[in-house]
């Protein structure tokens, strides 16, 4: 079982939900935003990202949110840099960049490249549609198209990791004359990469087609256990049966002493979420074309994405239907071994921050899940995957030294008297030796 | 979205003006329309709404017109094909459904987005339309006083904006096959509606092209309208050689909202009719 730190970095200072017209995403006026406590709020947010590597998580996390106060950070991308140069092993997701979002998807495909590069190796991509609010702020990309224009970006993206530049994509939305990625990722062929998905069955086939971590989001569990049995027969369709590390689980978690203290912390944190944070008005999350008329009678016939009004919900439902796992290190030992065994995930994508909760209650609730619960899910030692095996190439002088060859072509200049001379060496009087006139 | 095999499985249609459509292919689109009524022909192009009905103000109209209400693609019964994206698609659509019903000149209405449809098209082909009328039409920017984004609407703000909050008059336009159906069935209309006008929401090149029409043109504002602005029809007023704005006014205690259309059925036909007679196709 892997465990990934994820957070909202949210910022709390907002009217509580029924003074707010329509929705915290999209149009909630930028005037709530203290520039001041923004920069506390942010630090905070990725200070406790870096703290999971002294935490001992697997891996750590960045998401993208934009127009709100759902999340201060509107690219992925740059809080992943900013925790490459922060960390020094922990693998980083940035889950992520949403393709739309871009111009094209070379320019994500680059991004990406250099943030595997500069992590040297230890980069996670995931790759969102982008909820329904996300269309609405980002405005230029359009819901009608979001699927197929997605899936071109992704497969032109996959192909810039893998084929030799340069060459030409000719496609329906993208047409690039040089595809041509430098730098091209360390990781071979290319970073892991997860789907969030919240059960487009066309986003499940694709997930199961590549071989990608299917990363189960928020839902009710019967909905994760039908998406997830979706996926397995996908997979099926293409030869395989997916283990535990394709199935990845978002779970909002909190530990303390005991079931009542953990209650007692997180309740109305986790409450001012769900009321606040994570509800949205069915035109702001659904706009036309998002979802297919087919998807989203299954939303409404069915049950699953967001069905009924979260606000709604009572901490104990929000239990009870899987959203969060909260209590004493044994009783979240417990549930995780459940949610585990019935959606066979082997990733828990473990959300902290619960929206306002100060940020030294955060630590104390991590403390506690990486000292007492943790290691009940790891061999002994309770190493995480990046002390297992160091996922990063020739980190040393040293070890480069010991691995590297030599390239293809040197770099050259003509010096006059000389010749054509490599000047890696021509500072030194001997080495500047001509290559050829 | 199939039209014939739901049509053969569901139940039957009850709503008040609920007609069956006829069907024509054009390029091969199957097209549901509607036509009644006799003399010159007018070709009304219809907003991204209140569908599967021959409205009153079509049957007024019918009285001095031969009216043909086609389905614009991905509304009604009628299928969204994929090829069809934008209004330039939509533009050579509408030039093969008219050659397909061999109807010669033609007058042009457009509604809201038919509106903006039917700006284009008058500025596609200058010559084939006798008269040109829009009645608050989408499709220009207005920058100091954008139009309602038409995408977020929660049902009360959707009575506000497109109906000036008299919406629970009109139920009978808007209560078809049940809630949830409704519900999906408008959604998919959306789709349509989205593909066409998400972003931008306004097509800035009209701004130079209005100048080609060379249809008689009238346009119409509702005075209450709270989607489109009166810029908006104005700004069409000014830009299309030698067109007339009229502003039609609430009646009998209502504002005119958005879809005045339904409202005040006579006195919109009656604008319409006063304006086209006068340009015979002759």
């Not at chain 2, 292919?25 to 097209?31: C, F, H, K, N, Y």
């Not at chain 2, 608050?136 to 207005?142: D, F, Q, V």
Request: include cysteine.
């Amino acid at each position: 079982m892997e465990f990934h730190l994820f957070n909202y970095g949210a910022y709390p200072d907002i009217p509580f939900i029924d003074e707010v017209e329509n929705t915290v995403y999209i149009d909630l006026p930028n005037r709530h935003f203290d520039p001041v406590r923004g920069t506390w709020y942010l630090d905070t947010y990725l200070d406790t990202l870096a703290f999971g590597e002294k935490l001992g998580f697997d891996g750590i996390l960045t998401t993208t949110q934009m127009g709100g106060p759902v999340g201060m950070t509107p690219t992925a991308n740059l809080s992943a840099a900013y925790l490459a140069a922060k960390t020094e092993r922990i693998l980083i997701g940035t889950i992520g960049p949403i393709l739309n979002a871009y111009q094209n998807p070379v320019r994500a495909a680059e991004e990406l490249a250099m943030l595997d590069q500069m992590s040297r190796g230890r980069l996670i991509i995931g790759l969102p549609m982008g909820h329904g609010q996300n269309y609405h702020s980002a405005a230029t990309m359009n819901p009608a198209q979001a699927r197929e224009r997605y899936w071109e970006g992704h497969d032109l993206m996959v192909k810039a990791f893998t084929e030799p530049g340069p060459f030409e994509w000719q496609g329906k939305y993208f047409h690039v004359p040089y595809v041509n990625l430098w730098p091209k990722p360390v990781q071979q062929p290319y970073p892991p990469v997860w789907i969030p998905a919240a059960g487009s069955k066309i986003t499940l086939e694709k997930c199961a087609e590549h071989h990608y971590t299917y990363q189960a989001l928020f839902s009710p569990r019967k909905a994760l256990k039908r998406n997830v049995a979706t996926f397995r027969q996908a997979a099926e369709k293409f030869g395989y049966v997916p283990g535990p590390d394709q199935v990845a689980a978002v779970i909002f978690i909190h530990v303390a002493e005991t079931d009542a203290q953990a209650r007692l912390e997180a309740e109305p944190h986790l409450m001012f979420l769900m009321q606040n944070l994570n509800r949205s008005r069915q035109v702001d999350a659904f706009p036309p074309g998002h979802f297919s008329v087919s998807s989203l009678r299954g939303f409404m016939t069915q049950g699953g994405y967001r069905d009924k009004d979260i606000s709604e919900m009572t901490f104990e439902s929000t239990l009870e239907e899987g959203w969060a796992v909260i209590g004493s290190p044994s009783t979240v030992v417990d549930q995780l071994h459940q949610v585990a065994g019935e959606l066979g995930a082997g990733k828990i994508i473990h959300i902290a921050d619960f929206g306002a909760m100060p940020n030294w209650m955060i630590r104390k609730s991590l403390t506690l899940m990486a000292e007492e619960v943790i290691p009940q899910f790891r061999g002994p030692g309770g190493r995480p995957v990046w002390a297992e095996r160091d996922p990063r190439v020739a980190p040393t002088h040293a070890e480069y030294g010991a691995v590297k060859t030599e390239p293809e072509k040197v770099p050259q200049a003509r010096v006059p008297g000389i010749g054509v001379v490599d000047v890696r060496g021509a500072h030194v009087d001997e080495l500047r030796k001509p290559l050829r006139p | 979205m199939t039209a014939e095999s739901s049509a053969a499985t569901a139940p039957a249609r009850t709503w008040r003006y609920w007609t069956e459509p006829a069907w024509l292919t054009a390029d091969g689109v199957r097209v549901g329309y509607r036509r009644e009524g006799s003399g010159d022909t007018l070709l009304y192009l219809h907003g991204a709404g209140l569908t599967r009905q021959w409205l009153p103000l079509y049957a007024a109209l019918a009285r001095s017109f031969d009216v043909i209400v086609p389905e614009q693609p991905g509304f009604g019964d009628t299928e969204l094909p994929d090829h069809i994206v934008s209004f330039d698609d939509l533009v050579l659509h509408y030039d093969a459904v008219l050659r397909t019903l061999g109807t010669g000149r033609v007058h042009l209405v457009g509604h809201s987005m038919g509106g903006w449809l039917a700006a284009d098209l008058a500025v596609t082909y200058p010559e084939r339309f006798a008269s040109l009328t829009l009645l608050a039409p989408m499709g220009l920017r207005t920058p100091e006083t954008p139009m309602a984004d038409p995408f977020r609407w929660s049902e009360t703000q959707a009575d506000h904006a497109v109906f000036s909050g008299t919406a629970g008059h009109y139920l009978e336009y808007l209560q078809q096959e049940g809630e949830l159906e409704d519900y999906l069935h408008e959604y998919a209309e959306g789709i349509a509606f989205t593909r066409l006008t998400w972003n931008p929401r306004y097509d800035v090149r009209l701004e130079h092209r209005l100048a080609r029409v060379l249809a008689p043109t009238r346009v119409v504002h509702f005075a209450d309208d709270n989607f489109i602005p009166p810029a908006l029809s104005a700004r069409y007023a000014e830009l299309i050689p030698g067109a007339q704005l009229v502003t039609l006014p609430g009646a009998s205690g209502e504002p005119a909202s958005h879809v005045a259309i339904i409202q005040q059925p006579e006195a919109v036909a009656a604008l319409m009719t006063e304006h086209a007679s006068k340009y015979p196709v002759g």
